[in-house]
C-alpha cells in the first residue's frame, strides 16, 4: 500500500547537475522522515542525506554543498538535487522512508527501486 519509486538518473559529465525524484503513494507522506543513499557496484550502501519531518536536513562529508535534498508534499514527492556532479559520485540512488530518527539517519522501514547515477570524467 506504500511505494516509493526513484528517477531522474542518467549520465552526465563532470560539473554537471542532475535532479532525483522519489515518488511516494499513500497517505501522510509528510509525517516520514526521508533518506537518500546510493551504492556503488560492489561497495557497501552509503549514507547521503536526511530530510527530516520538521524540514530538517543533515548531509554526508562528501556532498555538503553540492546535493539538496527537499520535498513537495502537495506532490508527495522527495528531491535530490545534486550539483557539481564528480565521478565519485557514480552510483545507484536510493530513497527511503522511515519513522524514526537516529543521530542524522532514519531507520529505514521502506526502500525504493533505486535509479542508476553515471557522471563521466
Known amino acids: 500500500q506504500v511505494q516509493l519509486v526513484e528517477s531522474g538518473g542518467g549520465l552526465v559529465q563532470a560539473g554537471g547537475s542532475l535532479r532525483l525524484s522519489c515518488a511516494a503513494s499513500?497517505?501522510?507522506?509528510?509525517?516520514?522522515?526521508m533518506g537518500w543513499y546510493r551504492q556503488a557496484p560492489g561497495k557497501d550502501r552509503e549514507f547521503v542525506g536526511t530530510l527530516t519531518i520538521d524540514s530538517s536536513t543533515y548531509y554526508a562529508d562528501s556532498v555538503k554543498g553540492r546535493f539538496t535534498i527537499s520535498r513537495d508534499n502537495a506532490k508527495n514527492t522527495v528531491y535530490l538535487q545534486m550539483n557539481s556532479l564528480k565521478p565519485e559520485d557514480t552510483a545507484v540512488y536510493y530513497c527511503a522512508a522511515g519513522t524514526v530518527l537516529i543521530g542524522m539517519q532514519i531507520n529505514p522501514t521502506i526502500w525504493g527501486q533505486g535509479t542508476q547515477v553515471t557522471v563521466s570524467s
Open positions: 499513500g497517505r501522510s507522506f509528510s509525517t516520514w522522515h
